[in-house]
């Protein structure tokens, strides 16, 4: 059988446009001689919808897609992914469903059985598990239809208690009692740079186990925070990886499973590119996806804002990223000399803009105030604040949405201030550690100098008191990183990270600053996730406790 | 059988301040002649402790805790709430669980069934459902346990799909096939006051259905966000509320099974009244949990935040709230003798601060980027924020906690300045609708005048443009009041919400909004709950989204 995987970019609610999208993909298919085109899980409102599904209006605008791709479909099959009402009287409103699409009607139907409910995983709010198991027939062939996590009853150990099998059932242990001659999977996978093995050892432990070829057929682009990578695969019966489809863009592809041919895979590509490739695409789907096209923001002549305009041009061309510089009276003339020759790299306009009238203004007017006060962190609060009202000012003035240049690293110790330099409508950085923010700086400078050196080699300052360095409060970014991604990525109690090789010092400190600052992240920009663990709605902590 | 309700009120995490009450009650208890004392739903960790449950160190002081409750229950019993570690192989890392306690140790364990995964609630992302169903045996006597959401395989509708019933299992239907002599519900359950009744509507259904008595035992306080309002009861097996616990405070009552005696229930309270109760429980533990004393807030002379320093003097003193009057060039003398006369009424402190000053500044800064431009919503913002960089600073320099004045129909439309009147550590009117806030304020006035008459009844505005009035950009408050609820709360279709007798042109206008502001929403402070649908963690939209 020829199988299409369509492994397309969907906007959450967009119906008609996702649609068109999957109509070209089956004329395509169908042009190329494909029986079957498959698209990706719940591809007709795009993943996730969040609770949109709790909509009885957005649900109907789901069923009549469904059922206009499904009068597209002659001559040829599609699976497609979409919410589903729960026909039975007990029970959630909504399943989430895969239906098998051909001769112009639904032919079957069948729901996910495995609901991921942790980390940025939400589908137990909203649909009710699948309890039974078919396959779908076709031209003489059995397909096992899954859905993303139905393959995930056992998962690679990341939590604390050490349990892998996190659900009671085996969704392929039951469909291999009917002898399928083919799976296939529709999902929605988010990139995680330090989880992505999983995925294909997971897939491969399954077709190699059960001895049956899967398609894997992925969503790719971001949804706000989430970027899915794309990379859909086929792997034979024997857990061979045979096709791979491109990684963070949409691609199509026609698997003859009677002929399958010399393998087709992707240039491996390092960490760090994999990292700056997502953070492209998180930052060019929320723009065009919003119907916005320009950027703004603070340039300091730092790394972080370096990187983000690094970014960000990247994502939406020179043309449509603007800069402000706003030295202060603690700035070094270093600071606005490295601000400018980035905004010349990239070819960007900047602007220069005073803070510290505005600042003085404030101080004088809060002067019998703080009479007899000792000047801190009050008042570094106040420059940080002054520049995010002026960016503010540009970006309601002109219509560019500001990013936030916030690091990871920062974000979980509160080195930042809120209403400040934590504004922002997208954090660039929010979910990458300040190691790697240098890292990425020097791939960007892989073939000559975009990010300013000075920048990349200074010491990282906030610039809010004079000769400020991050080291004045912080552990070296070296130390930092790592008991961060020990605590927040794998979970370490404070014993463990103390066995690291840290003092325990040190690791409470941290670990303190990390906990006394949620009340800060709750009010964060939305940070596009690139690891396994990032500060947003994957990671809820409760604010008011003692712990 | 004698048996204490013990209603407390838990800081999330502390193990030894928990643990130490429940030591009181249970002596109390035994001092009473009680066989056993009851708390509620993860009494031991306090309710929720949402992403904490994935630390092995936190669950491990969880079981110690209940240990150390378990070796003082001799010659008493208790049943706690706390998690447990699934032993099985198989199937998520916890239980949410009830523990039976008697003679020094852990007599049995009984698990949650039901783990509501909707609207606030999000127990499947942590625990593992219980399908084992037997009674605890002691004193002769058989007593089924049950926790919160078990007693709800049945709902009232409230959702666009018409379905009732949640679940396909009924733990009461399992449970009455062993005969118990009485049901027990460990119970977390926010208030929210346009729902309330239902929760007794289901006890005294349950109970007269299976012909048996039910303690229901709740916990009280506020964490973070939600509101827990007590008012525990116990209910005949004819479905009669017996016995009623006070709303909104720790209460403790002993309910001898075998002579029951009159009839001790609470004085019903007004819809206003009670969420009022609600809103200074809210801020006061936000505070006394988090060991803050103090708070501070913007007075503009306006309604909201007139309302907002009232609350907060009822719940933190008058000495512990302090107010900063900020006028503009755009506020009129009566806004800043409005603001005056409410300080002085509540006997807060306040300053006045100017603000002028700074925004000509920026302005000024911005000048030559501006150039040519009208001024419009940038220059507006520019003030708000001022003020919002003004009343950080005396929290950042002094200490006390901002709170926010935003309410909900605000919210709701996205009126009010992101990094400006958005800001705060609290929102304490953001679940409150603006009619509502005319409502409590007169409620406030009901003994004198608090609230200055001139700031309820002037017409609202933001005074950043000169004569600006809410209403020039929103429809009066009555009718935007009733459509958003039934969008928000109701969660009804733009075309049911018309047929309620607004214009379509209304609706549409005001849907939209609601919709175009959710990443202001996402960046706002953590909101009090007070009704079935806040903003906040229990509405999730997508961000990016054609819809």
């Not at 609770?51 to 699976?79: P, R």
């Not at 960016?391 to 219509?399: D, I, L, Q, T, W």
């Not at 990871?408 to 954090?427: C, F, I, P, Q, R």
Request: aromatic share 10%; charged share 25%.
């Amino acid at each position: 059988m020829k199988v299409a995987i369509a492994q397309l970019n969907y906007i959450i609610g967009d119906f008609e446009g996702n649609a068109n999208k999957m109509f070209a993909s089956i004329e395509k298919a169908k042009l190329q001689g494909a029986d079957l085109v498959v698209f990706s899980e719940l591809s007709v409102t795009g993943y996730y919808p969040h609770d949109l599904l709790e909509k009885k209006e957005f649900i109907q605008k789901a069923e009549t897609a469904v059922q206009n791709i499904a009068k597209k479909c002659i001559g040829i099959a599609a699976i497609v992914g979409a919410p589903r009402v729960n026909q039975s009287e007990r029970g959630k409103t909504l399943f989430n469903s895969a239906f098998f699409l051909t001769d112009g009607k639904i032919q079957s139907v069948y729901n996910k059985t495995l609901l991921p409910t942790y980390d940025i995983f939400d589908e137990y709010r909203h649909f009710e598990p699948n309890t039974e198991f078919q396959v779908a027939e076709y031209k003489g062939e059995k397909i096992a239809l899954t859905i993303c996590e139905d393959l995930w009853d056992e998962q690679p150990t990341a939590n604390e208690f050490g349990k892998d099998k996190l659900y009671k059932v085996s969704p392929m242990e039951e469909l291999s009692k009917l002898s399928p001659d083919f799976v296939v999977n529709i999902s929605a996978s988010p990139f995680s740079y330090n989880q992505e093995g999983w995925r294909k050892d997971i897939l491969v432990s399954k077709a190699k186990n059960y001895n049956t070829p899967i398609f894997y057929v992925n969503q790719t682009g971001a949804q706000t925070e989430l970027i899915f990578d794309g990379g859909s695969v086929f792997i034979n019966g024997k857990g061979e990886i045979c096709k791979e489809l491109k990684y963070f863009e949409e691609d199509f592809l026609i698997v003859d499973t009677q002929n399958i041919g010399k393998p087709e895979l992707q240039q491996p590509a390092g960490y760090i590119e994999k990292i700056y490739n997502a953070l492209v695409v998180g930052i060019r789907d929320y723009f065009h996806k919003m119907g916005f096209k320009q950027a703004v923001l603070g340039l300091s002549g730092g790394i972080d804002s370096a990187l983000t305009a690094a970014l960000a041009v990247k994502a939406l061309g020179p043309e449509n990223v603007r800069g402000v510089l706003m030295p202060s009276k603690y700035s070094s003339q270093h600071s606005v000399d490295d601000a400018r020759e980035l905004a010349e790299n990239l070819g960007i306009r900047y602007d220069i803009v005073e803070i510290q009238p505005a600042v003085d203004q404030f101080e004088k007017s809060l002067a019998p105030l703080f009479e007899g006060t000792t000047p801190g962190v009050a008042e570094e609060n106040i420059q940080a604040r002054s520049r995010g009202i002026l960016v503010m000012a540009v970006s309601n003035k002109f219509g560019p949405i500001l990013l936030n240049t916030t690091n990871k690293s920062e974000s979980a110790v509160g080195y930042g201030t809120l209403y400040g330099d934590m504004n922002g409508g997208l954090a660039v950085l929010g979910d990458v550690y300040k190691m790697d923010v240098f890292k990425m700086s020097r791939f960007i400078n892989r073939n000559g100098e975009i990010i300013p050196e000075n920048s990349i080699t200074k010491p990282p300052s906030a610039e809010l008191r004079p000769d400020q360095k991050d080291t004045d409060s912080l552990p070296a970014y070296e130390d930092l990183d790592q008991i961060l991604f020990a605590f927040i990525e794998q979970n370490k109690p404070p014993g463990e990270i103390i066995a690291m090789g840290f003092s325990e010092e040190v690791v409470t400190r941290v670990i303190r600053m990390v906990n006394m600052n949620e009340y800060k992240r709750f009010q964060a920009a939305p940070i596009l996730r690139i690891s396994s663990k990032a500060f947003g709605f994957g990671r809820k902590m409760p604010l008011v406790a003692k712990y």
